[in-house]
């Protein structure tokens, strides 16, 4: 196996998107990549970041596909969204177009999993009100000290 340059395509709806800058292990002798899911879902979150960020091939199909690479149900994209999951329904079958303020936070959503720094299941839990922390509230006690005078 040799680490050699990379060149992933992946269609997001109707757009063909290139992607050159990654790096893959592949076979020396027949050229077969060595791509794990986690790597094939990056591509698939950026691919899909970069045309809603683009905005101009927007359509259902490519909003169905940022909520796949999110790893959400209709209803999920709804509470992230604060919506309900007829709108996302809405926009998926292209009876209404996504708001753009919508589309840039379903961008914000794919960069923050790709970063690391958004977890889909945290961030589902607390729009249901669900504490993070099952072990219960948090207690602190301020006790005042007494100055010796």
């Not at 997001?12 to 050229?31: E, H, L, R, Y």
């Not at 591509?43 to 927007?58: K, M």
């Not at 919508?102 to 961030?123: I, P, S």
Request: charged share 30%; proline share 3%; hydrophobic share 40%.
């Amino acid at each position: 196996m040799v680490l050699r340059g990379y060149t992933h395509v992946e269609h997001v709806g109707c757009v063909k998107v290139t992607d050159s800058t990654g790096f893959a292990w592949q076979c020396a002798d027949c050229g077969e990549c060595d791509l794990s899911l986690e790597d094939l879902a990056g591509y698939e979150r950026r691919a899909t970041a970069l045309v809603l960020r683009d905005g101009r091939h927007v359509n259902g199909s490519v909003i169905r596909s940022a909520r796949k690479a999110l790893g959400l149900r209709q209803a999920e994209l709804a509470a992230v969204l604060d919506c309900e999951p007829e709108t996302v329904s809405r926009w998926e079958t292209g009876l209404r177009p996504m708001p753009r303020a919508e589309q840039l936070a379903v961008v914000a959503l794919l960069d923050g999993v790709e970063r690391g720094d958004t977890d889909m299941e945290v961030m589902l839990r607390a729009r249901r009100g669900e504490a993070e922390d099952k072990t219960g509230p948090v207690e602190f006690e301020v006790r005042s000290k007494k100055v010796a005078g």
